[in-house]
DNA sequence: TCCATATTCAACCTTCAGGTTGACCAACGG
DNA sequence: CCGTTGGTCAACCTGAAGGTTGAATATGGA
């Protein structure tokens, strides 16, 4: 199940979520470590860590009792590259961004079927 | 009041709000024309114009009763930046943006499940 | 075997996002 | 003036997001 925009750019949208990204930026963390330091229950971030999988954003891989969670970049290198098509601030290939474009337009508010 | 990671992301979590950037990335548009290719209401569109520039992503001007809307890129840019923070990867890389292409192509309406 | 640890599940609550509709206001063209 | 067009506002509905709590399900260690 590859992740959307959608479920990725939502997943961002949320500070905890970006924190926790921001702490497994560092190294791999077990469910309880990234819990620590916020103020909230281990169920709310696991909820959390569901949603950054779901998107694609972690990787999390049990070993034991203990659950790991790794950063995986590559999502965000995806959603990173659809900005980049917005701004002049960087070089990009127009034409396959011309039809990505279409494509967009053809299904514009895309029921998520 | 400069908009957060936070609005930024989640104006860009919607789908009909994409579509719309894409739009105004091709030319200047009044709201009506905006909302013409979509199927909802002209409100609903103006909601989601309210939020886009809400997030900076867009600037809205009014002259006489048409209220223009422009696309305002810089706005993607603190957003991107943040992003690239995560990537030990180049700041943009057009195999990853043509990946993206094929899968984008390839399942467009994704069933998010 | 028994208890503690790690994590999720299920049910629930509250808030908010996204949509509708109909009334409303502003501006333009006779 | 007047009707039409462009756009917003306000009230409302539905569903989902984000949080809680408490029970449930491994797994590890003694």
Redo the contacts with the bound molecule.
Sequence with gaps: MRPSLDTVF?AL??P??RAILSMLLEDDM??????DPF?????????????LAAAGLIS?E???????CKLEPDALREASVWMQGFGQFEPVHLDAFERFLAQELDAP?DPAA
Tied chains: 1, 2.
């Design positions: 939502a949208a949320d905890t979520r077990a469910v309880t470590d990234v819990a103020d909230m229950s281990l169920a709310a971030i696991s909820k959390h860590l569901g949603i999390q049990k070993r034991g009792r203990v659950k790991w508010a």
